[in-house]
């Protein structure tokens, strides 16, 4: 069984297009994130959830809006998608806020 | 400014050798965690080292906490093939309401047959 684990693993599209990404965590943990690992595979936060809630927010431009329907779930979605959005999107969760990340296998963006 | 300094940055080997790898940083650390990544894959815990002087072995990987706990090592004897793989220390900073688990930009290990 898949702990963590996202869809599409491959997305391409072109500017300008709207995307979402899928996340589902059947670890029954509190904590999920979205990470972004760029070309030099440089992981970078850009939110995290507890319990549902927002409770991170890093500077990330406002076409990303993760929405999470419930503790098991966290969705991201991209306007106007951008070249510069290419990138590999991580979700992750862990047991609780500061416990270890349990990562999905990742989705690879490719803006055209 | 980068939060946690891994180095090297790249490094080859040949199947049989040592090697350390380093994570450091000017900030303290209420823990450390070191992962794997291997090509296409997400990054996988390997251990976490929270006491400050902590040394915890897994198999032929030694990882150790610095006794200030802001920084950390990995130390791999008699590398084989299958350790290539994209080595990340992460960690949370003591103190402050920040929740935030900030990667170093991880170290390129390749081990050659």
């Known amino acids: 069984d898949t702990a963590v684990s996202q869809t599409p693993k491959y997305l391409v599209t072109q500017m300008g297009n709207d995307k979402s990404i899928k996340c589902e965590q059947n670890?029954?943990?509190?904590?999920m994130y979205w990470y972004k690992q760029d070309s030099k595979k440089f992981l970078k936060i850009m939110f995290s959830?507890?319990?549902?809630?927002?409770?991170i927010n890093e500077t990330v431009p406002n076409r990303f809006s993760p929405k999470s329907p419930d503790k098991a779930h966290l969705n991201l979605h991209i306007n106007s998608l951008e070249l510069g959005d290419s990138a590999v999107y991580f979700c992750?969760?862990?047991?609780?806020?500061?416990?270890?990340?349990?990562f999905g296998q990742g989705t690879r963006l490719t803006v055209v | 400014t980068q939060l946690l300094e891994q180095s090297p940055q790249f490094l080859s080997i040949q199947e049989g050798e040592n090697l350390t790898v380093y994570c450091n940083s000017s900030?303290?650390?209420?823990?450390l965690q070191w992962y794997r990544q291997e090509p296409g894959e997400g990054p996988v815990l390997l251990v976490t080292?929270?006491?400050?002087?902590e040394v915890k072995k897994l198999k032929r990987l030694t990882f150790q906490f610095g006794d200030a706990r802001k920084d950390s090592s990995l130390h791999i004897t008699a590398a084989q093939p299958g350790d290539t793989g994209l080595y990340l220390c992460?960690?949370?900073?003591?103190?402050?309401?920040?929740?935030?688990?900030?990667f170093g930009k991880g170290t390129l290990l390749t081990v050659n047959p």
């Open positions: 992750a969760s862990s047991p609780t806020i500061n416990t270890e990340a349990f």
């Open positions: 670890l029954g943990h509190d904590t």
């Open positions: 959830y507890n319990n549902k809630e927002l409770i």
């Open positions: 900030s303290v650390f209420s823990s």
């Open positions: 080292v929270v006491t400050g002087g």
């Open positions: 992460a960690g949370v900073r003591s103190g402050g309401s920040n929740y935030k688990l900030t």
